[in-house]
């Protein structure tokens, strides 16, 4: 009877380990939290989710995490935090990708009114640092030392954003980098933090932007399976 009552009392324990990671984030998956989602996701660490508000962020913004009892707010500053905490292959030069994230390729990504509104984008238009991130994503799959990491989950999310804010906006001239976008989005972790429905519009996107870049028609036919 009491092995009974154990077993009972195991079996009913809540196995959301997101009690025992004390980490809760707020967010949705119309914002841009899911790139914290993504990352959890990704290392497999456990996280309780909880609609945007109410919300602990200074300024009522999403994403924001609670660890204990600290606050992180700022996407960037998220990922940092989960990264020192939990990815064991985490590096120094991961950093600047994420900083860049927010600081560079956000506007970018994303041209904005003055009630911070999505008007456009700058991204498949020709510029310096979209140009360098073009080169480099000919030579290798992944930002830093030809693995994934938290640079691209920061990189890829922002870029990822586009088509789904911008479905008039061409990315043909830069098919590296929506090779590198397409791969990004086919990842099971990133499926699952922004839904089938985001990751299937890039995939969609991505294809049209690579048919219509004038690349070799090889190149063209095995867009999907790399
Ligand atoms: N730089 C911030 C931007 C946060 C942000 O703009 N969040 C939006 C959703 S994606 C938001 O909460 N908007 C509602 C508001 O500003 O009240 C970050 O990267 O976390």
Known sequence: MRSLLLVTAILTLPFSNALSSGLTLY???????????????????????????????PFGQVPVLTDGDDVIFESGAILLHI???????????????????????????FKENERGQVIGTSLGKPNRKIDVLEEMLGQSDFLVSNEF??????????????????????LSSIPNTVKYMSRMASRPAFVEAFGEGHAGLVQVKCEEFLNSSGGPAGEKKIFGIF
């Not at 292959?89 to 990504?109: E, G, Q, R």
């Not at 640079?151 to 990822?160: G, P, Q, T």
């Open 83 to 109: 990264a020192n905490k939990f990815d064991k292959a985490f590096k120094p030069s991961h950093t600047p990708w994420v900083v860049w994230a927010n600081t560079c390729l956000d506007p970018i990504c």
């Open 27 to 57: 967010g949705s998956q119309g914002s841009r939290s899911p790139l914290v989602n993504w990352y959890m996701n990704e290392l497999g660490v456990d996280y309780e989710m909880l609609p945007p508000r109410p919300n602990p962020h």
């Open 149 to 170: 990491s938290v640079a691209d989950c920061a990189v890829a999310s922002y870029l990822n954003y586009v088509p789904l804010f911008n479905p008039d906006a061409s």
